[in-house]
């Protein structure tokens, strides 16, 4: 019990120092840069680290949380397919608070009025025209259909400003080109990932087990982090409003470890698996909805793309192994 604790104890330090430095990157990238965050060589390893945690991810879900979770939920629970049921609940419960979070953020920039209009017609132009630093999005998305990954766009190609006033030549000087609301709500969606994530993590009792869900947790964490701090540095928000939201979603993680750990103490095994199940879905709708299909509708570098995502998939898969 007591190495078990010392486990989780680590893991929710690891993850929540993770977390903080990948939201302070961006701010200091503004500071030192005097700008853009995020374009040229670090958009592309962005990229491809986005692709990489996916591919990790993708196996977490499959080949770690619902292969451990599935046996001893199908030895309890035999008149019901209550492992694929949670995967499938987790799914769609993440896909319902970021579409909610969407609808939502979507109101609040309507009330932007012209200026914003005219703030996200330049980001759409700049980023087609913007060559190596990126490609228009071929499936016509308008910035709102996944707030992850669009978020990361318009951070790509706006400046991000803050209190102490760095500012781009092309930044628009009435208003930021992705509202305080809109990155607030992605803290949102991104904590309740964490949470789930967290509680997987914290449920298990082998230490294996445990050390394979942080590897993907950890894989993904940190590029979730840069594009939340991105997204408040470009609603040009105040450091107490930034820290807030970031700090916020930093300690999400650990909580879930925390529900985790003390569920599964006081409970059965079926609900250690349940959370790994529930957890298993919240990894494949990350992977699958808002990683993938966004950073393959930019053509550039898409080979490599899918060699890192397959790298990444087959190497988590591996560990299972040793499981």
């Known amino acids: 019990m007591a190495e078990r604790f010392l486990v989780d104890a680590i893991s929710a330090i690891a993850l929540f120092l993770v977390a903080v430095g990948g939201i302070y990157l961006p701010r200091l990238l503004v500071k030192k840069q005097g700008g853009n965050a995020k374009g040229g060589t670090f958009g592309i390893i962005f990229q491809l680290g986005n692709m990489l945690s996916a591919g990790v991810m993708l196996s977490a879900g499959f080949c770690h949380l619902l292969a451990d979770a599935l046996p001893k939920i199908q030895e309890e629970v035999t008149n019901f397919p209550l492992g694929p049921f949670l995967t499938a609940t987790g799914y769609l419960l993440t896909l319902v608070a970021d579409e909610i979070a969407v609808s939502i953020s979507g109101e609040s920039h309507h009330g932007h009025g012209h200026s914003h209009g005219h703030s996200q017609n330049h980001v759409e132009n700049t980023f087609k025209s913007e060559g190596d630093g990126g490609a228009a999005d071929t499936n016509g998305n308008t910035g709102m259909q996944s707030l992850e990954i669009d978020t990361v766009k318009l951070v790509q ?71 939340l701090g991105a997204s408040l540095m470009d609603s040009e928000t105040s450091s107490k409003r930034f820290w807030s939201v970031g700090l916020g979603f930093s300690i999400a993680s650990p909580i879930g470890i925390c529900l985790g ?28 909805m808002e990683v993938i299909p966004k950073e393959l509708a930019d053509p550039s570098n898409k080979a490599l793309k899918i060699i890192v995502m397959l790298l990444g998939f087959f190497a988590m898969s591996i560990l299972a192994l040793w499981a």
């Open 261 to 288: 750990y003390i569920l599964s103490s006081f409970a059965s095994g079926l609900v250690s698996s349940s959370l790994s199940a529930l957890a298993s879905g919240t990894f494949l709708y990350v992977a699958m």
């Open 157 to 227: 190609n706006e400046s991000s400003s803050g209190e102490n006033g760095i500012k781009s030549p092309t930044a628009h000087e009435d208003a930021p080109s992705v509202s305080f609301v809109t990155a607030v709500l992605l803290g949102a969606a991104l904590s309740l990932h964490s949470v789930l994530e967290g509680a997987a993590l914290g449920a298990q009792k082998e230490q294996k087990k445990a050390e394979d869900i942080l590897i993907a947790i950890l894989a993904h964490k940190g590029l979730a982090a840069y594009a």
